[in-house]
């Protein structure tokens, strides 16, 4: 599963990158006939992929809603009065607030919506493990920064909070460097999905905020859920469900979504080998090196290719 050396002789299956991205456009609804409408198709849509970016993002395939509310892979326009543009930007206030869908920013750091369905799989891979104290844990460890451990203990004490109000009662109001603190910090909770944006409000000065609660009571039943899902589970649990919509991604590319150990990284690939579930020692006529395939996913790329 090493990296091909530029030049080296590829000895695995290749396959195009048009088979690839047919195969894309259609997970991903980058087709008219296939893009999303409404509110509930936009649900239906992250149920069947599981994980989405809000926006594309350089150098990562997957699924995003803005190219699912297009039905093609056009580039973000810069003005604002765009009608598709307009659905995403609500929907992504809309669907959350009423627990349909997890929205915040999780993989990469990059605003990501998860299907109820794989978030007890994403929670079970995050550091919390039950105890509403755990955070004092982590923070005595050096994995949470001081502003993380003062804005949780606001919302764990005052409940849900537009960014306004908890800025001033977790002591950062203020900008620049102020502003810069309080929000790498509302970041790294919401990667650990320790809070979760449940709203919006009209209380700032533009008169638009995010409004945050702890991710546990909002959603109250993924910590139980999620007790009964192992890591390595939740771990094939993700991948096979990107691999399945990608169909084919470069291992290095895969690796840098998830961020997980290398040895966690291995011994997941190896299982799923060992299972059938993935093939490996493939390459895609336009990319560097090897690349990781789901095995349902590749019969079909491979029965279009050949009639295509």
């Not at 908890?166 to 620049?176: D, I, T, V, Y």
Request: proline residues 5%; hydrophobic residues 45%; charged residues 25%.
């Amino acid at each position: 599963m090493s990296g091909a050396q530029p030049g080296a002789e590829r000895t695995g299956t290749t396959i195009t990158l048009q088979a690839v991205e047919r195969w894309r456009d259609v997970r991903f609804r980058r087709v008219p006939w296939l893009r999303v409408r409404s509110e509930a198709e936009a649900v239906a849509f992250l149920d069947d992929v599981g994980l989405a970016f809000l926006f594309g993002e350089q150098g990562v395939a997957i699924p995003t809603l803005w190219w699912a509310v297009t039905g093609s892979s056009r580039p973000i326009p810069p003005h604002h009065d765009d009608p598709d543009l307009g659905r995403v930007w609500h929907w992504k206030d809309t669907l959350p607030e009423r627990r349909e869908i997890y929205y915040g920013k999780l993989l990469r750091g990059k605003p990501t919506l998860v299907s109820l369905k794989l978030l007890p799989a994403v929670y079970a891979l995050s550091p919390n493990y039950g105890d509403p104290m755990d955070y004092l844990d982590q923070y005595e460890a050096g994995l949470l920064s001081v502003e993380a451990r003062s804005i949780y203990e606001v919302l764990m004490a005052e409940g849900p909070l537009a960014t306004t109000h908890l800025r001033r009662k977790a002591g950062l109001a203020g900008s620049g460097a102020i502003a810069r603190r309080f929000d790498a910090a509302l970041a790294e909770l919401q990667t650990q999905l320790k809070i979760v944006k449940v709203g919006t409000s009209d209380v700032s000065r533009w008169g638009y905020a995010y409004v945050y609660d702890l991710f546990t009571r909002h959603f109250c039943w993924v910590e139980q859920a999620a007790r009964a899902i192992s890591t390595d589970a939740a771990m094939e649990q993700l991948l096979l469900t990107h691999l399945f919509n990608v169909g084919i991604e470069r291992e290095a590319a895969c690796a840098r979504l998830f961020r997980w150990e290398p040895w966690e990284w291995k011994r997941v690939i190896s299982r799923l080998i060992d299972r059938g579930m993935i093939e490996t020692d493939l390459f895609v006529d336009a990319w560097p090196g090897p690349a990781l395939g789901h095995t349902r996913a590749l019969e079909q790329i491979r029965t279009e290719g050949e009639s295509a």
